[in-house]
């Protein structure tokens, strides 16, 4: 089926944003530091007529237009693994449309992007959808490698760490604060909230580990940056969502202080939801998850 009209869109209009002059060549630190002053923005409304559908062109510094590439995201607001995707194209300065998915009615451009999976977010790169959201961020690097800045290492050595900790935030933050959340016994709240606890612990001890640093990828916003980014507004939820206090400035404050430092940089600030639209939401998916449970 088609994608959805939110209630306040225009009737069909590419709303895009794009840099009125010309960009300057995008440097690694200028581009992914907390940034002083955003470029002039420009309101581009345009045709032609678009499917039912919210389709947004973020503000980004290189068009893709003039790499002769189309890149579209198809996403949700509070998915986690969408933001992530979304993150790199920002910090890498790629433009691309956006497309606002409803997942209790897929649209018929997901279901075929994404046939055997059939979830978000999804890459359409010129018509060619790549998935999951990890693989997405190897294709961006790989396959954007000489566009903005990258945000792997260069050392080999160094990749391979960042793709370790990527893979831990899966393994180890994200399946068990779903277990913290949606667990149906007492027991396995509180085994999630534990393991969720100890992986937010380590991340702590990585920001810790030698020379402080800003960013989990150093002095500038790297891969498990971005992994992470998506949880930032779950994890400030999480009180509110399970009486779990997972960012305790007193206990991580690195971690504490990444999570703000991150929301404000120019490539995520749009991106990060609002805690309290979230927490509405959650509550409003875990009811509904209960209730189907208890009548099964
Ligand atoms: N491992 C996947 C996880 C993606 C995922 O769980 N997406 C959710 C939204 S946050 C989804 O599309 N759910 C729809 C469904 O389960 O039917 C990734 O990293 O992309």
């Given at each position: 089926m088609a994608l959805p009209v939110l209630a306040s869109a225009p009737l069909n209009p590419v709303i895009g944003f794009r840099k009125s002059a010309p960009s300057a060549p995008v440097t690694r630190s200028a581009h992914l530091r907390s940034l002083p002053t955003p470029a002039p923005l420009q309101l581009v409304v345009g045709s032609p007529p678009l499917p039912p559908a919210l389709r947004l062109v973020t503000a980004a510094g290189t068009s893709t237009a003039q790499l002769g590439d189309e890149l579209k995201v198809l996403g949700t607001w509070r998915s986690p693994f969408a933001l992530r995707v979304r993150a790199a194209l920002n910090f890498k300065g790629l433009q691309y449309e956006?497309?606002?998915?409803?997942?209790?009615?897929?649209?018929?451009?997901l279901?075929?992007?994404?046939?055997?999976?059939?979830?978000?977010?999804?890459?359409?790169?010129?018509?060619?959808?790549?998935?999951?959201?990890?693989?997405?961020?190897?294709?961006?690097?790989?396959?954007?490698?000489?566009?903005?800045p990258s945000l792997l290492p260069a050392d080999p050595y160094e990749r391979a760490m960042a793709r370790l900790w990527a893979t831990y935030s899966e393994d180890k933050l994200i399946a068990p604060w779903l277990k913290m959340f949606r667990g149906i016994t007492d027991k396995e709240r509180a085994e999630g909230a534990r393991e969720t606890l100890e992986a937010v612990n380590a991340l702590e001890g990585l920001?810790?580990?030698?020379?402080?640093?800003?960013?989990?990828?150093?002095?500038?916003?790297?891969?498990?940056?971005?992994?992470?980014?998506?949880?930032?507004?779950?994890?400030?939820?999480?009180?509110?969502?399970?009486?779990?206090?997972?960012?305790?400035?007193?206990?991580?404050?690195?971690?504490?202080?990444?999570?703000?430092?991150?929301?404000?940089?120019?490539?995520?600030?749009?991106?990060?939801?609002?805690?309290?639209?979230?927490?509405?939401?959650?509550?409003?998916?875990?009811?509904?998850?209960?209730?189907?449970?208890?009548t099964n």
């Open positions: 956006y497309f606002e998915e409803n997942l209790e009615n897929k649209s018929d451009l279901l075929e992007s994404n046939p055997f999976i059939k979830k978000l977010p999804v890459l359409i790169h010129n018509g060619v959808p790549i998935c999951e959201s990890l693989v997405i961020l190897e294709y961006i690097e790989e396959k954007f490698s000489d566009v903005g920001l810790s580990r030698g020379q402080p640093k800003p960013f989990f990828g150093g002095d500038d916003v790297g891969y498990v940056d971005v992994v992470l980014a998506g949880m930032i507004a779950w994890m400030q939820g999480t009180k509110a969502l399970c009486d779990v206090e997972l960012l305790d400035a007193a206990k991580t404050p690195l971690l504490v202080e990444w999570t703000e430092r991150f929301a404000r940089l120019d490539g995520a600030r749009a991106l990060m939801p609002d805690v309290g639209r979230l927490v509405e939401f959650a509550k409003m998916k875990r009811a509904k998850m209960m209730a189907a449970t208890q």
